[in-house]
């Protein structure tokens, strides 16, 4: 193994900051270990600072641990491919429509891949009434991490609330809410790893939050998920399917609603939620803790992730 010159890209200025500042440091402490000249910069609204910082240490590779808006949506990929820097994860355009939660599902539906039935609308247009009958499920557009998702549930007054005081851009998606089980599945390039099954714990909102992904004991993760054998390898097949779809390089992970109320003997169905390009490495995040199960530990995953960077120009 050559070691390399690598600027660990973290923090940055959206909602998920200090996640993204959890996986810079992890990540940095293990290419360190593995021999790597590694920096950290804590990327933040001085976009100069951050190209002066580049061009004056001229990294071999950028490991882009950002999450959430300029990280995630293409903003910064288009900065390193201007730059002519090799970096980790996927480009401009896959990034930029795996955030963009209406251009995935569009992406999604004309490949043929299960998303459920939704609609974009302004908050002041959900305010007055419900688009569809309840529950169903309001999100922001470009956010990460499960930020602002709401379950409207039948007979709730929070719908109105919502709408009113909501702070994520001027549109909202709504979608249908799909009764059941959160999976997830990483993959890293052309192999689908396994299938987590995740069950918030606490008295949350019941589905897998912004709380139940990063506190400490907020979730519980099952992998192998013992679910029906055709829906777990269906849960795989999906996830590089929709990884391919939006054209994704390196790692990503694709996660789904699973709806088993036939019964264990059946099935079931699987509905993608949306495809995240730039995966937690913190030491709750799933991608990390799949990779292990499958025999790479969390070094080697990052070691790997270097390995697959590459510079778009």
């Given at each position: 193994?050559?070691?390399r010159?690598?600027?660990v890209?973290?923090?940055?200025m959206?909602?998920?900051?200090e996640?993204?500042?959890?996986s810079?440091?992890n990540v940095?402490e293990?290419l360190?270990?593995?021999?790597h000249?590694?920096?950290?910069i804590?990327?933040g609204?001085?976009?100069?600072?951050?190209?002066?910082?580049?061009?004056?240490h001229r990294?071999d590779?950028?490991f882009n641990a950002?999450?959430?808006?300029?990280g995630?949506?293409?903003?910064?990929q288009?900065?390193?491919?201007w730059?002519?820097i090799a970096y980790t994860?996927?480009?401009?355009?896959?990034?930029a429509?795996a955030m963009?939660?209406?251009?995935?599902?569009?992406?999604f539906?004309?490949?043929?891949?299960?998303?459920?039935g939704?609609?974009?609308m302004?908050?002041?247009?959900?305010?007055?009434?419900?688009?569809?009958?309840?529950p169903?499920?309001v999100k922001?557009l470009?956010?990460?991490?499960s930020?602002g998702?709401?379950?409207i549930?039948?007979?709730?007054?929070?719908r109105?609330?919502?709408?009113?005081e909501?702070t994520?851009?001027?549109?909202?998606?709504?979608?249908?809410?799909?009764?059941?089980?959160?999976?997830t599945?990483?993959v890293?390039?052309?192999r689908?790893?396994?299938?987590?099954?995740i069950?918030?714990?606490g008295?949350?909102p019941g589905?897998?939050?912004?709380?139940?992904k990063?506190?400490?004991?907020?979730?519980r993760?099952?992998l192998p998920?013992r679910?029906h054998?055709?829906?777990?390898?269906?849960?795989?097949e999906?996830?590089?399917a929709?990884?391919?779809?939006?054209?994704?390089?390196?790692?990503?992970?694709?996660d789904f609603r699973?709806d088993?109320?036939?019964g264990?003997?059946?099935?079931g169905?699987l509905?993608?939620l949306?495809?995240n390009?730039?995966?937690?490495?913190?030491?709750?995040s799933l991608l990390?803790e799949q990779a292990a199960?499958?025999?790479?530990d969390?070094?080697?995953l990052c070691?790997?992730?270097?390995?697959h960077?590459t510079?778009?120009?």
């Open positions: 193994m050559t070691a010159r690598v600027s890209l973290m923090g940055g959206s909602a998920e900051r996640v993204s500042l959890a810079g440091r940095a293990a360190r270990g593995l021999g000249d590694v920096r950290c804590d990327a609204p001085d976009l100069l600072a951050i190209v002066g910082d580049l061009q004056a990294p590779v950028v950002m999450h959430g808006r300029f995630e949506d293409g903003s910064i288009g900065v390193l491919d730059m002519g994860h996927s480009g401009v355009r896959a990034s429509t963009d939660k209406d251009a995935a599902r569009t992406v539906m004309a490949a043929g891949l299960p998303v459920a939704g609609l974009v302004t908050p002041a247009q959900l305010e007055p009434a419900d688009p569809m009958p309840a169903y499920v922001p470009n956010e990460g991490s930020v998702v709401e379950i549930l039948p007979g709730s007054n929070r109105a609330t919502v709408a009113a909501w994520f851009g001027g549109q909202v998606l709504v979608e249908e809410y799909i009764p059941g089980r959160e999976l599945v990483g890293l390039e052309d689908a790893l396994t299938v987590t099954d069950t918030p714990t008295g949350g589905f897998y939050d912004y709380q139940a990063y506190a400490s004991g907020g979730s993760h099952e998920a679910i054998p055709d829906a777990f390898e269906q849960a795989r999906l996830a590089l929709a990884h391919r779809a939006l054209g994704c390089r390196g790692a990503s992970r694709t699973y088993d109320s036939a264990p003997d059946a099935p169905r509905v993608i949306e495809t390009t730039q995966p937690g490495m913190t030491p709750t990390p199960a499958c025999g790479m969390y070094a080697t070691q790997w992730m270097i390995d960077a510079c778009r120009t």
